[in-house]
T-cell receptor
């Protein structure tokens, strides 16, 4: 089955700096790669996603890149703000009859003002 | 508000007991997913249902079972509870094929 590895587990940046979180997946059948943000005590919420037929997607300060050959995908946050502090999860979805979305272990991002 | 409703929000019980967690998906969503999030851990996929049928299974223990009813709400049953079952259990729903999971607020289970 699918396995998603996520690095780093903790990331601390200064406000205004960029943050990069990297993930790898194992199952070449996975074709959808979402990123979720979970604030303390809250539910995870989708912030951006990318499908396997696209190499890069951008939404304001957030961008995601996908390298299908290497089975790598990354989240880039530019001009970080204190409200970006949260846990970020990458995920990969297998479409094998069901839609099993497997999450990485998460990255706790701290943005220091 | 995601539109996904989970009850109860909090539950405290003893080892060996059985509990049922309930989830109502967003209106129109046919797929329901259950995830377990232990303290400072990631989201572990348990099981997925689509329109009443089991579609995908993760690392769900044999002591756990779930079902989706004709009105599309779902229940996760946890039995013979152990201390290690203490966790936040999330339900999520999606429109089949769209990808995005809409999570409920979670049910926090504490086993003493």
């Amino acid at each position: 089955g699918e396995n998603v590895e996520q690095h780093p587990s903790t990331l601390s940046v200064q406000e205004g700096d960029s943050a990069v979180i990297k993930c790898t997946y194992s199952d070449s059948a996975s074709n959808y790669f979402p990123w979720y943000k979970q604030e303390l005590g809250k539910r995870p919420q989708l912030i951006i996603d990318i499908r396997s037929n696209v190499g890069e997607k951008k939404d304001q300060r957030i961008a995601v890149t996908l390298n299908k050959t290497a089975k790598h995908f990354s989240l880039h946050i530019t001009e970080t703000q204190p409200e970006d502090s949260a846990v970020y999860f990458c995920a990969a979805r297998e479409d094998t009859g069901g839609f099993k979305t497997i999450f990485g272990a998460g990255t706790r991002l701290f943005v220091k003002a | 508000d995601s539109g996904v409703t989970q009850t109860p929000k909090h539950l405290i019980t003893a080892t060996g007991q059985r509990v049922t967690l309930r989830c109502s998906p967003r209106s129109g969503d046919l797929s329901v997913y259950w995830y377990q999030q232990s303290l400072d851990q990631g989201l572990q996929f348990l099981i997925q249902y689509y329109n009443g049928e089991e579609r995908a299974k993760g690392n769900i223990l044999e002591r756990f079972s779930a079902q989706q009813f004709p009105d599309l709400h779902s229940e996760l049953n946890l039995s013979s509870l152990e201390l290690g079952d203490s966790a936040l259990y999330f339900c999520a729903s999606s429109v089949q094929g769209s990808g995005e999971l809409f999570f409920g607020e979670g049910s926090r289970l504490t086993v003493l």
